[in-house]
C-alpha cells in the first residue's frame, strides 16, 4: 500500500512510513540481516548531546527556490540558521553566474503571549506584508514546535491567502518534535511541493530532473551525449520551473536519503519513472547506475559505449591510487545513503574501512525496490563494514570510537563532525560538493583529495598537541555505546 497521500496536508514521518531508526550498533551487514527480516528495532539512549531538527532540513530545500519567500512561523531563536543559508544561497548564485539577490526569509517572532492567545493573525498579517513587499510567486509556511503545541491552523491560513492573493501559499508542517529523524524534513519540504505547486504534466519533455542540494552541476555533461537535459530541482528553481517537472522523461536523485520521497511521488503520480539503482559511486556502482538509466531513457546502446571509454580513462589511473593507499585505514561519518556511497568509494580505492558513524537509517525507500538499498549494494560489492554505528551525530560516541581505532583519515559529509578527527590528530577530509564524488570521475576527485590530506597531516598533529578534549579519561575508557540501550535488533539467519 503506498503512503503517498498527497491529500493530506502533512507527510507521514519515517519512523512510520519507512520504519527509519537512529540507534544501531553491530556491523552493516548485521543491520540489512535485521531490516530484511522486518526485526529492526531502533535503540535509545539514555544520554543525547544533540539532534537535528526537521525544520531546519525542510528549510534547506525551500529557503533555495529563487522567486518564493519563506516565512518560518515560530519564536525568533528558530531563525537563527537563516544567516547560513542565505550564505549558500549567495554563493550558489555566483557559482551559477545568477544576478545576485540575498535569500527572502522571513519568521513571525512567535512570543508568550502568543502561546495563550495563538498566532493566527499574526501570521496572516506577517504574509499580507511579505507579498506586498516583495510579490513572491510562492509563500511557503514552514511550522514549528511553537506553532503546533498551541495549535495554530496554518493550513487553513494557507488556503484562504492563497484565494485573496493569487498565488500558492503552502504550509509545510516540519515541526521538530514529530520526527527524531531529521530526514523527515525533507519528505516535508518536497511533500508541500508536489501537493501544491506542480501540476499535470501537458506533454513530456527531454529533461530530466536531479534532485540535489546545491552541488556542482555535473550531469549537463553526462545527459548531453544521450540526447537529455537536466533539470536540477529544487535549489536555485523557479515556481514555473518545478510546475512542470512532472514532464519529465525521468529523475536522479543524487542521494535517497535526501530524494527517496520526492522520487516516488513524481513516479506514482505523474509517472515520472525514477532512476531506482543506488547513486553512482564507485566503479561497479557507476556501472550498474548507468545502465539503469540508459534503460529508463531507452539509450542502452549509446550507455555501453561511455562505460567502455570510461574504463579505459579511469581504470588505469585508479589502480595508481590503490598502491599508494595500499595498507591505509579510513573511518567515515555521513547522512545515510551518502556515507553508504563514501564506503563503497573508499573500498573501491583499497582503503580500509574501520568502521562509519551514520546520522540514521532506512530500511527501505519509498520506491519500494530492495535493489535500491544502496547499503546491500555496498556489502554485496565490496563486503561487510564492521564498527557500523548508527548515531544522530553524538559527537560523544564519535570522538570513543577515533579514539580507539585511530584511522589513518576520517572523511566527514558534515562540518560540525570534522574538528572531532582533527583534535585527535587524525587527517580529516570535509567535501561539501554531494557530487564530486559521483560517477567514474567522482572516484579520481576523492583519490586526489585523499592523498592530498594523507600528504598534509602537520596541521592536524600540531593541533593534536595543543588543544583539549571535552571528554574525560573517565568516558574515553568506557564502551562507546555505553549509554545505547532500550530495544535491540534481533538477528535472524
Given at each position: 500500500?503506498?503512503?503517498?497521500?498527497i491529500?493530506?496536508?502533512?507527510?507521514?514521518?519515517?519512523?512510520?512510513?519507512?520504519?527509519?531508526?537512529?540507534?544501531?550498533?553491530?556491523?552493516?551487514?548485521?543491520?540489512?540481516r535485521?531490516?530484511r527480516?522486518?526485526?529492526?528495532?531502533?535503540?535509545?539512549?539514555s544520554?543525547?548531546q544533540?539532534?537535528?531538527?526537521?525544520?531546519?532540513n525542510?528549510?534547506?530545500?525551500?529557503?533555495?527556490?529563487?522567486?518564493?519567500?519563506?516565512?518560518?512561523?515560530?519564536?525568533?531563536?528558530?531563525?537563527?540558521?537563516?544567516?547560513?543559508?542565505?550564505?549558500?544561497?549567495?554563493?550558489?548564485?555566483?557559482?551559477?553566474?545568477?544576478?545576485?539577490a540575498?535569500?527572502?526569509?522571513?519568521?513571525?517572532?512567535?512570543?508568550?503571549?502568543?502561546?495563550?492567545?495563538?498566532?493566527?493573525?499574526?501570521?496572516?498579517?506577517?504574509i499580507?506584508?511579505?507579498y506586498?513587499?516583495?510579490?513572491?510567486?510562492?509563500?511557503?509556511?514552514?511550522?514549528?514546535?511553537?506553532?503546533?503545541?498551541?495549535?495554530?491552523?496554518v493550513?487553513?491560513?494557507?488556503?484562504?491567502?492563497?484565494?485573496?492573493?493569487?498565488?500558492?501559499?503552502?504550509?509545510?508542517?516540519?515541526?521538530g518534535f514529530?520526527?527524531?529523524?531529521?530526514t523527515?524534513?525533507?519528505d516535508s519540504a518536497?511533500?508541500?511541493?508536489?501537493?501544491?505547486?506542480?501540476?499535470?504534466?501537458?506533454?513530456?519533455?527531454n529533461?530530466?530532473?536531479?534532485?540535489?542540494?546545491?552541488?556542482?552541476?555535473?550531469?549537463?555533461?553526462?545527459?548531453?551525449?544521450?540526447?537529455y537535459?537536466?533539470?536540477?530541482?529544487?535549489?536555485?528553481s523557479?515556481?514555473?520551473?518545478?510546475?512542470?517537472?512532472?514532464?519529465?522523461?525521468?529523475?536522479?536523485?543524487?542521494?535517497?536519503?535526501?530524494?527517496?520521497?520526492?522520487?516516488a511521488?513524481?513516479?506514482?503520480i505523474?509517472?515520472?519513472?525514477?532512476i531506482?539503482?543506488?547513486?553512482?559511486?564507485?566503479?561497479?556502482?557507476t556501472?550498474?547506475?548507468?545502465?539503469?538509466?540508459?534503460?529508463?531513457?531507452g539509450?542502452?546502446?549509446?550507455?555501453?559505449?561511455?562505460?567502455?571509454?570510461?574504463?579505459?580513462?579511469?581504470?588505469?589511473?585508479?589502480?595508481?591510487?590503490?598502491?599508494?593507499?595500499?595498507?591505509?585505514?579510513?573511518?567515515?561519518?555521513?547522512?545515510?545513503?551518502?556515507?553508504?556511497?563514501?564506503?563503497?568509494?573508499?573500498r573501491?580505492?583499497?582503503?580500509?574501512?574501520?568502521?562509519?558513524?551514520?546520522?540514521?537509517?532506512?530500511?527501505?525507500?519509498?520506491?519500494?525496490?530492495?535493489?535500491?538499498?544502496?547499503?546491500?549494494?555496498?556489502?554485496n560489492?565490496?563486503?561487510?563494514?564492521?564498527?557500523?554505528?548508527?548515531?544522530?551525530?553524538?559527537?560523544?560516541?564519535?570522538?570513543?570510537?577515533?579514539?580507539?581505532?585511530?584511522?589513518?583519515?576520517?572523511?566527514?559529509?558534515?562540518?560540525?563532525?570534522?574538528?572531532?578527527?582533527?583534535?585527535?590528530?587524525?587527517?580529516?577530509?570535509?567535501?561539501?560538493?554531494?557530487?564530486?564524488?559521483?560517477?567514474?570521475?567522482?572516484?579520481?576527485?576523492?583519490?586526489?583529495?585523499?592523498?592530498?590530506?594523507l600528504?598534509?597531516?602537520?596541521?592536524?598533529?600540531?593541533?593534536?598537541?595543543?588543544?583539549?578534549?571535552?571528554?574525560?579519561?573517565?568516558?574515553?575508557?568506557?564502551s562507546?555505546?555505553?549509554f545505547?540501550?532500550?530495544n535491540?535488533h534481533?538477528?535472524?539467519?
Amino acid at each position: 500500500m503506498s503512503n503517498i497521500n498527497i491529500k493530506s496536508p502533512e507527510v507521514q514521518i519515517r519512523e512510520v512510513r519507512l520504519g527509519s531508526i537512529i540507534g544501531f550498533e553491530g556491523t552493516a551487514g548485521e543491520l540489512v540481516r535485521c531490516a530484511r527480516a522486518g526485526n529492526l528495532q531502533d535503540k535509545s539512549r539514555s544520554f543525547s548531546q544533540c539532534m537535528g531538527c526537521s525544520s531546519r532540513n525542510a528549510f534547506c530545500q525551500l529557503s533555495m527556490i529563487k522567486d518564493a519567500v519563506v516565512i518560518n512561523h515560530a519564536p525568533v531563536g528558530c531563525s537563527g540558521d537563516f544567516f547560513g543559508f542565505n550564505f549558500t544561497y549567495r554563493v550558489g548564485q555566483m557559482e551559477r553566474n545568477l544576478p545576485p539577490a540575498i535569500g527572502r526569509y522571513f519568521n513571525t517572532n512567535i512570543e508568550e503571549k502568543d502561546t495563550i492567545f495563538g498566532a493566527t493573525q499574526k501570521l496572516e498579517a506577517t504574509i499580507r506584508e511579505v507579498y506586498s513587499r516583495l510579490k513572491p510567486n510562492a509563500v511557503f509556511i514552514t511550522t514549528s514546535c511553537a506553532s503546533s503545541i498551541i495549535g495554530d491552523d496554518v493550513e487553513s491560513v494557507a488556503n484562504n491567502l492563497t484565494d485573496e492573493l493569487g498565488i500558492p501559499v503552502v504550509a509545510c508542517f516540519c515541526e521538530g518534535f514529530r520526527s527524531k529523524i531529521w530526514t523527515t524534513g525533507f519528505d516535508s519540504a518536497y511533500h508541500s511541493i508536489v501537493r501544491k505547486i506542480v501540476k499535470p504534466p501537458r506533454k513530456k519533455s527531454n529533461k530530466v530532473n536531479i534532485i540535489n542540494f546545491w552541488g556542482s552541476h555535473i550531469f549537463d555533461e553526462l545527459l548531453k551525449p544521450l540526447g537529455y537535459e537536466p533539470n536540477y530541482i529544487v535549489p536555485f528553481s523557479t515556481i514555473a520551473d518545478l510546475e512542470y517537472i512532472s514532464e519529465a522523461a525521468a529523475t536522479i536523485q543524487i542521494c535517497p536519503t535526501l530524494g527517496t520521497y520526492f522520487g516516488a511521488a513524481l513516479e506514482e503520480i505523474y509517472g515520472v519513472p525514477e532512476i531506482k539503482a543506488p547513486p553512482a559511486y564507485g566503479i561497479s556502482g557507476t556501472d550498474d547506475w548507468m545502465r539503469e538509466l540508459g534503460k529508463v531513457l531507452g539509450r542502452q546502446e549509446e550507455v555501453e559505449k561511455i562505460i567502455v571509454k570510461e574504463h579505459i580513462r579511469v581504470i588505469p589511473i585508479l589502480e595508481e591510487y590503490r598502491d599508494k593507499f595500499n595498507g591505509k585505514t579510513a573511518y567515515v561519518t555521513a547522512g545515510a545513503s551518502h556515507g553508504h556511497a563514501l564506503i563503497a568509494l573508499l573500498r573501491e580505492l583499497g582503503l580500509s574501512v574501520q568502521g562509519a558513524a551514520i546520522f540514521h537509517h532506512d530500511p527501505v525507500y519509498d520506491n519500494g525496490e530492495p535493489d535500491s538499498d544502496t547499503l546491500l549494494h555496498t556489502i554485496n560489492t565490496y563486503g561487510d563494514v564492521h564498527n557500523y554505528n548508527v548515531c544522530n551525530k553524538q559527537a560523544f560516541e564519535l570522538v570513543n570510537i577515533l579514539n580507539r581505532i585511530r584511522p589513518d583519515i576520517m572523511i566527514a559529509r558534515h562540518g560540525g563532525m570534522t574538528l572531532w578527527g582533527a583534535k585527535l590528530g587524525i587527517p580529516t577530509l570535509l567535501i561539501g560538493d554531494e557530487q564530486f564524488g559521483f560517477g567514474y570521475q567522482g572516484v579520481l576527485n576523492y583519490a586526489e583529495r585523499i592523498l592530498e590530506t594523507l600528504d598534509n597531516r602537520e596541521f592536524v598533529s600540531n593541533l593534536a598537541k595543543h588543544s583539549s578534549m571535552p571528554y574525560t579519561k573517565w568516558w574515553l575508557d568506557q564502551s562507546p555505546f555505553s549509554f545505547l540501550g532500550g530495544n535491540v535488533h534481533v538477528e535472524v539467519y
